[in-house]
């Protein structure tokens, strides 16, 4: 069954780090695009990053390039997020997702994890 499980999430202060962590169970996302979202309160999900399968290839949103870093490792059907230099503006609950192609990952994804939240001091 597929199954996306996001962990890593927690409070953290303004300019620090935190590691966000999506384990997909399976083979069911093999060769899927992979990316993130994520939903401050009262505002839309919004695109944040995206990886190719075999991460040839990375996408960011304007709002982090330079401070976050998508990865993939494969063997352990994981993906991570790596958020440095973190700001208040980044609160918000962070959702992998999944989609057969690089555009339906950036845009709307067919398959997402429960969420996970992070929030960042002032």
């Known amino acids: 069954q597929a199954q996306l499980v996001e962990s890593g999430g927690g409070l953290v202060q303004t300019g620090g780090s935190l590691r966000l962590s999506c384990a997909a169970s399976?083979?069911?996302?093999?060769?899927?695009?992979m990316g993130w979202f994520r939903q401050a309160p009262g505002k839309a999900r919004e695109f944040v990053a995206a990886?190719?399968?075999?991460?040839?290839?990375?996408y960011y949103s304007d709002s982090v390039t330079g401070r976050f870093t998508i990865s993939i490792d494969n063997a352990r059907n994981t993906m991570r997020l790596q958020m440095n230099s973190l700001k208040p503006e980044d609160t918000a609950v962070y959702y992998c997702a999944a989609s057969p192609s690089i555009a339906g990952v950036r845009t709307t994804p067919g398959y997402w994890g429960r969420g996970t939240q992070v929030t960042v001091s002032s």
């Open positions: 990886i190719t399968w075999n991460g040839g290839s990375t």
């Open positions: 399976g083979r069911t996302f093999n060769n899927y695009a």
